[in-house]
Each structure stands twice: as structure tokens, then as C-alpha cells.
């Protein structure tokens, strides 16, 4: 049985508990947050500490705090030889002061209020040494079937590419939504659109799943929705975007 | 029984036909294709014609061609008081020439190989007629649960807007894929995200829904990823949805 320590107590941190709450290969050793009203109900108060020097030793410590608190939290943890990583997409691996470092980043956006299924959220993780890794590898598949090796260089790459597909993606909604508004249309009779567009992806490249006026070349339509558009940032992402599907 | 007659052999005709073929209520009267090979196997030789000339009186005749034939289409058919559709997004009602006119516009992105679900796809329907409104709807309701009055105008903004959630979204997950062909990740990590992206609209506005480094206003993270997107397109796409995203 792997022990675990958590140190945070946001989205992040509640969604792992719940997850080795409910595994029978993980044990959740400690907590340390700030304050008692974040932690989750189905702790038991023992196993929460409110002061980083109250920590025993774990086989892992998961900092689980805001990116930029990462660093500090790290620091803070003065107990020897422990290996010790972080949760998130951007901070380098550099960023964890122990010698034994790591990180074990999910590839989600999380909702504090909703459960997550955490066996189909992909965990990025890496280590600084090679059985380190072995030890988070095999935590990281208790959690979820999709576990990948992954360089900080890599994830940073990764953290950018999510920021297309889901928030430029999600904002594509909202510009939609923007229009339908404008035109007295329910924003309703795009999902089943909005819906299929992601489900075609799970089989078919984003290049070939490409249609609409840009990829036919539909200089008409296209002229039609410009003069329809009269929001000018609207009118301008219309235009980059369609120059840019048009380029491929 | 209402009697139809479809007008084409592209991937609308074609799912419009199985459909009919599938239906109780409603009845495949005639198809008028230029060629027999583009028109489905289950469909009965006796039913095709190849000219419009030998086409015989429907309840309703529907025109599933591309949009710029549409208006020759409809001036072809010379049999006395006709009601005819079109399947167009974008040419408004008007472009039909008989007297009892209108639109079905199935709002979804077609692919002739996979079947469609009909019912879940919003029709959108106009007539020129309350009578032929009436009739047009009985015919909407057999094939799909979600059956919009929407006018010319209307439909314009609907497929304005599809461009922008539909097109432009998927135009959102081949910047994603390039990004990590480019890092060397493979693209089936974003999958799980993807999939989540579309999920939360069914439930959240997309107001509501938007996360990331643009929302937050983590200008840090901003900064990153203009260093690290190498090509300039890119880069303005970036820029320019950030923007935007923070004018909200």
C-alpha cells in the first residue's frame, strides 16, 4: 500500500482525495490546508494538518496549490529525502526544491461542484529519477487508463494546445451564442451541432473534419456572414480564422 | 400518408430518403436524380426519373441540391400548384418561384458514409402559407423532436453562427493538433478534454463555461505561450482570441 500526502485543499486537491479515498491501493496519509472548512467531510480530522512542520514522512507528497504558491509549498517541507511533485501544466518540474521531484499533471478542467471520472482523464507525470517515475507511474494508474510520460518542455506545449481546443474552442460558443441572441434564436438549436463537432473528432483528424465556406472556398458565404457580423472583433476573428483554415 | 418527392442525390437527399423509406407516415412519391448510380440501392427503379418533365404532383417536393442550383431547380418543375422546399442555410425562401414556397434546413454537418440520427437534429422550417406552415411541420415532426419556426433572416444568422461553433471551433482543435505534432505529443491527450468542452455548453452557458489563462487574467501564462507559438497566424489567432475573450 502507497501512502499519500495532499497539500492544498482546492478543485484539484478535492478530486484526488475522493479518488484515494475510494482506492484500495492508495492510503491518504496527511493533509495540510490552511484552513479546516476546505477539507472535504469524509476526512477524518487526524489526518489533517494545519502547519507544514506537522508532516510525517509519505512515499509521495502532491503539492496541489495555485501554480504560484508551488514554489513556497516546496520549500516549506523540511523533512529529508522525500519525494515531493506538483499538479500543474505549466510550472516546470524545476520548480520543487527536493532532490526527488516529479509532477503528475491532469489533463482536465475541473468543476469543483461536479464528480469527476478520473479514468478517463489523461495524467501526464514525470520524475527526476527513473524509480521515482515507477513509483508515480503506478499511482497514476490507479487513478486513470491514460497515463503518459511527459517532459516539462512537453507539457507546456500541451497546457497551450488545451487553450485552443478548450478555451478558443468555448469561445467560439460564445461568440455563436452572441449571434443567436442578436437574431432572436435560441442558443439551444446549436447543441446537437456543438455536440457532434466534438464527436467527430474522436474518429477523424480536425483537418479532415473540416467544412463550411473557408475549406469549400465559399467566397459568397463568406461575404453574406462579413456583412451580416457587425461587431468588429467578430468580423476580424472571422476573417484571421478563415485565412488560416483556408492556408491549410 | 403525406406523399414526398426529393429533388437530388447528395448526402441531405440521401439521408432524407432513408428516413422516409423508415417512416410510417410518410410516403416516398418520386427522386429526381441526373444520374442512377448516386441514388441509393433500397430506393425502387420505378421511383427515379432523370428528367423533371416526369415528375408527378406530391403533397410536398423538397429541393436537396446545392445551393447555387436551387433556383434553376425549382423553376423546372412546371406541374400546377406545387408546394416546394428547400434545404439551404443560406438562400432565403424567396430563391423558390412557385407560389407555395418554403424551407427545411436540417441544422447539422453531414457525413454520407455515417448515418444520421435524425431525431435529435433541429429542423428549421418556413412557409409561405399557414396551410403549408401546418403541413411542413407534421412532415418536420416525423423526423425529428426538434422542430424551430425560424425565418430567412433567422436561418442566416443560424448558419453565421454554426460557422463560428462548428467550423471555427474545429478549426480551434487543428491548431491544438499542430502544437503538439510540434512538441511531439500525440493529439489523442486532448480527446478526453475536447469531449468535456462540449459537454459543459449542454449545461452551462458559455459565459459560464470559460476558463483559462485569458479569463483569468494570468498574464504570465499569456506571455508563454506567445513565446512559445512560432508561427504568426498563430500567434494573432492567440492574441486576438485572448482579446476578446477578456472584452467580455
Known amino acids: 500500500m502507497l501512502t499519500l500526502t495532499i497539500l492544498g485543499s482546492g478543485k484539484v486537491a478535492h478530486h484526488l482525495i475522493a479518488n484515494i479515498l475510494d482506492s484500495d491501493q492508495l492510503q491518504l496519509q496527511q493533509i495540510y490546508a490552511r484552513n479546516t472548512n476546505s477539507v472535504p467531510d469524509m476526512v477524518p480530522e487526524s489526518s489533517v494538518v494545519h502547519s507544514i512542520d506537522q508532516l510525517q514522512p509519505a512515499d509521495i507528497f502532491i503539492i496541489a496549490v495555485s501554480d ?106 460564445t461568440l455563436g451564442e452572441e449571434v443567436c441572441k442578436e437574431h432572436q434564436v435560441p442558443f439551444e438549436i446549436l447543441k446537437p451541432l456543438i455536440a457532434e463537432t466534438a464527436n467527430k473528432i474522436m474518429e477523424l483528424s480536425p483537418v479532415e473534419a473540416q467544412t463550411g465556406p473557408a475549406s469549400r472556398g465559399d467566397q459568397n458565404t463568406i461575404k453574406q456572414h462579413l456583412e451580416l457580423l457587425t461587431d468588429p472583433t467578430k468580423k476580424e476573428i472571422y476573417q484571421l480564422i478563415t485565412k488560416s483554415i483556408q492556408n491549410r
Open 68 to 173: 504560484i504558491a508551488i514554489e513556497e509549498v516546496s520549500k516549506h517541507i523540511h523533512l529529508a529525502d522525500q519525494f515531493v511533485v506538483h499538479t500543474s501544466g505549466t510550472i516546470p518540474m524545476s520548480a520543487i526544491s527536493q532532490e526527488r521531484k516529479g509532477v503528475m499533471y491532469m489533463l482536465q478542467s475541473f468543476t469543483k461542484e461536479k464528480d469527476v471520472d478520473f479514468s478517463a482523464i489523461p495524467f501526464c507525470i514525470e520524475a527526476n529519477h527513473a524509480k521515482d517515475f515507477q513509483m508515480l507511474e503506478q499511482i497514476a494508474v490507479c487513478f486513470s487508463e491514460r497515463v503518459y510520460k511527459i517532459s516539462s518542455k512537453q507539457r507546456k506545449a500541451i497546457h497551450l494546445a488545451a487553450v485552443f481546443v478548450n478555451n478558443f474552442a468555448n469561445h467560439m460558443f
